[in-house]
């Protein structure tokens, strides 16, 4: 399956700090423009290939929540999950790639767009609120692997200070 939308950013730290940021569903929220976070559904408790979360998304005054199942987890590597309604109809894939640079890593955001119609035309603009998806999803990608790199850089910061004093 081919990604819908797929952007790039270089991210001068280390890799296992940025795997950590994007793996944690709870604490997405802090980067992105409409996922408000969410929680792991027992037995999990972090990510694992076929975990189970339950997410929100905001937009202004709507809400809305999800059921993720994490479909690929490769530590440092790639972190893959598909988003449903409550109903259990799937919306999404989202993934999320990590690759070892010379001054860090890089981390590739990818969207597929799944899910029929139906979905698409009625009810995701409905209950979102957002006619064009996967134009505003272009901007969210962009401003959560923004928010990422700048959120990871300067933790990498702070330790590598604390390392040399």
Same mark, same amino acid.
């Given at each position: 399956?081919?990604?819908?939308?797929?952007?790039?950013?270089?991210?001068?730290?280390?890799?296992?700090?940025?795997?950590?940021?994007?793996?944690?569903?709870?604490?997405?929220?802090?980067?992105?423009?409409?996922?408000? $976070?969410?929680?792991?559904?027992?037995?999990?408790?972090?990510?694992?290939?076929?975990? +189970?979360?339950?997410?929100?998304?905001?937009?202004?005054?709507?809400?809305? +929540?999800? =059921?993720?199942?994490?479909?690929?987890?490769?530590?440092?590597? =790639?972190?893959?999950?598909?988003?449903?309604?409550?109903? $259990?109809?799937?919306?999404?894939?989202?993934?999320?790639?990590?690759?070892?640079?010379?001054?860090?890593?890089?981390?590739?955001?990818?969207?597929?767009?799944?899910?029929?119609?139906?979905?698409?035309?009625?009810?995701?603009?409905?209950?979102?609120?957002?006619?064009?998806?996967?134009?505003?999803?272009?901007?969210?990608?962009?401003?959560?692997?923004?928010?990422?790199?700048?959120?990871?850089?300067?933790?990498?910061?702070?330790?590598?200070? $604390?390392?040399?004093?």
């Amino acid at each position: 399956m081919e990604p819908s939308i797929s952007r790039s950013v270089e991210i001068t730290a280390p890799v296992a700090a940025v795997w950590a940021l994007v793996t944690d569903l709870p604490g997405m929220g802090r980067f992105s423009p409409e996922n408000a $976070g969410g929680h792991w559904v027992p037995p999990a408790a972090g990510p694992s290939a076929g975990a +189970r979360f339950r997410g929100t998304n905001r937009n202004g005054d709507r809400e809305w +929540r999800t =059921r993720v199942r994490v479909v690929a987890c490769e530590p440092g590597r =790639r972190f893959t999950f598909d988003v449903r309604t409550p109903f $259990g109809v799937r919306v999404s894939r989202w993934s999320y790639e990590l690759a070892p640079t010379a001054d860090g890593c890089l981390l590739t955001e990818h969207w597929y767009r799944v899910g029929n119609w139906f979905i698409r035309r009625v009810m995701g603009p409905k209950v979102t609120g957002r006619a064009d998806r996967p134009g505003f999803n272009t901007h969210s990608i962009e401003h959560t692997l923004r928010a990422v790199k700048q959120h990871a850089e300067q933790q990498d910061a702070v330790l590598r200070r $604390g390392v040399t004093r």
